[in-house]
């Protein structure tokens, strides 16, 4: 149920796409423990100037190789969410050639009721998940 939201610097081809997501899907079902197809993920691609991420003063080196991931999902624990993050830097840069240091991860918690997958139901309230 987590929903992912790349933002990335335009020009990667459809593979590293699709290499990038399955790597991000995988450290998700590891980190968070959610079935495998629980997969909501959507790619934004921007031109290298619709996109201004410095460092907050921790000297990181950023490139082209940007990406950003922005989650949307229900309550976590530090430890998983320290889990996937230690799981998304070390896949994305051996898997994907992404260095840790161009990879930005933000967590928005919400509740149940914040959910409908269709249908115009909450299916976390009807009790269907």
């Known amino acids: 149920m987590p929903l992912l939201r790349f933002d990335l610097v ?4 459809e593979q590293q796409l699709k290499k990038l997501l399955d790597t991000a899907h995988q450290a998700m079902v590891d980190a968070f423990q959610v079935p495998q197809r629980d997969r909501y993920q959507i790619v934004h691609q921007h031109s290298p100037s619709e996109l201004i991420i410095e460092d907050t003063g921790l000297g990181f080196t950023r490139t082209k190789n940007l990406v950003i991931i922005s989650i949307v999902s229900k309550k976590r624990t530090t430890s998983q969410k320290a889990t996937l993050y230690s799981l998304l830097a070390e896949r994305l840069n051996t898997e994907c050639g992404v260095s840790p240091e ?3 991860i933000s967590i928005t918690e919400n509740g149940e009721a914040d959910w409908s997958f269709g249908l115009g139901e909450a ?3 009807t009790g269907k998940l």
């Not at 335009?10 to 081809?13: P, Q």
């Open 10 to 13: 335009e020009g990667r081809d």
């Open 123 to 125: 299916q976390f309230l």
């Open 102 to 104: 161009d990879l930005m």
